[in-house]
C-alpha cells in the first residue's frame, strides 16, 4: 500500500483540489485510490466538506463516514473549532482511521487542514500538530502552493518547516500556474534552486488535470507497512 500526505503553503491555495485531481487522475488509470482527511471545518455537511468535494469530483465510491474523522462548524482552525464543540482530535483516532483506509486501497491520498503548522489540537496537556501525523504514519509530503507573488517566500518557510523535523518531500504543486506569465516562471525557477526540490506539477487557471513534470504520479507515493501502530 502507497500513500501520500498533502499539505499547502497556506489556506485556499487549492490543497483539496489537487487532492481530488490526484484521486482522479489515479482512479482514471484504474488504480484503487482512497482519500483521508482527519480535520475539516467550516460545515458539519459532508457534501460540502473537502472530503465532500473529493469524493465528488473524483467519483470515489469510498463510503463518506471513512474518509474524514472530525468535523467541526467553525471556520477557523481545527484546534480552536474543537474547543467549541470539546471534541477534540487524538492521534490515536487518526491513526485507527487511516489505518481502516489503507487497509481496502492501494494507493491513498491524506489531505492535511490548511498549512502544515495549523494545529489539530491544542489544550495544556495535549498538543497535536499536523507533523506529528504525518511523522507518526511514515508519510512523504505534497506541498501545493500558489504560483504568484510571494509564493517563493511561503514555500520556501514550509519546505524548510517540514525539513527541520525530518520529514521527507516528495515535491511541490504549483498551482494556478500560467506558463506564459514570466513571474510565474521565475517563481517555478527560485523555489527549485532554492528548496533543492523538484516542482512536480503545475495546475492552469482553471486547469483540469496536473500537468506533470517528469516521471509518474505514483512515483511520489511511498510505501507502508500495514497496520500502522501508535507508539
Known amino acids: 500500500m502507497q500513500a501520500i500526505f498533502v499539505t499547502g503553503t497556506d489556506t485556499d491555495v487549492g490543497k ?27 460545515t458539519l455537511d459532508f457534501a460540502a466538506s473537502d472530503a465532500g468535494r473529493v469524493k465528488l469530483q473524483a467519483q470515489l465510491p469510498q463510503p463518506p463516514a471513512s474518509m474524514l474523522s472530525y468535523r467541526y462548524a467553525a471556520a477557523c482552525s481545527p484546534h480552536l473549532a474543537a474547543r467549541q464543540t470539546q471534541q477534540f482530535a ?69 519546505c524548510y518547516y517540514l525539513q527541520t523535523l525530518g520529514v521527507a518531500i516528495s515535491g511541490i504543486v504549483l498551482n494556478f500556474f500560467d506558463k506564459d506569465d514570466p513571474m510565474h516562471q521565475d517563481n517555478l525557477a527560485m523555489i ?40
Open 16 to 42: 483539496t483540489y489537487i487532492s481530488a485531481l490526484m484521486c482522479q487522475e489515479l482512479r482514471q488509470q484504474g488504480l484503487n485510490i482512497g482519500y483521508y482527511k482527519a480535520a475539516a471545518s467550516g
Open 90 to 158: 487524538t492521534r490515536s483516532q487518526i491513526i485507527k482511521d487511516f489505518n481502516a483506509v489503507a487497509a481496502t486501497h492501494d494507493y491513498l491520498v491524506m489531505e492535511g487542514a490548511g498549512g502544515i503548522i495549523c494545529p489539530l489540537t491544542w489544550q495544556p496537556s495535549n498538543h497535536l500538530m499536523q507533523a506529528d501525523i504525518v511523522k507518526a504514519l511514515q508519510l512523504k509530503v505534497i506541498v501545493v502552493a500558489a504560483a504568484g507573488l510571494g509564493t517563493i517566500n511561503h514555500t520556501c518557510l514550509t
Open 192 to 231: 527549485e534552486t532554492l528548496t533543492q526540490l523538484h516542482v512536480c506539477a503545475t495546475v492552469a487557471p482553471q486547469g483540469s488535470a496536473l500537468q506533470l513534470r517528469q516521471g509518474a504520479l505514483t512515483s511520489l507515493f511511498s510505501a507502508l507497512n500495514l497496520p500502522i501502530n501508535d507508539i
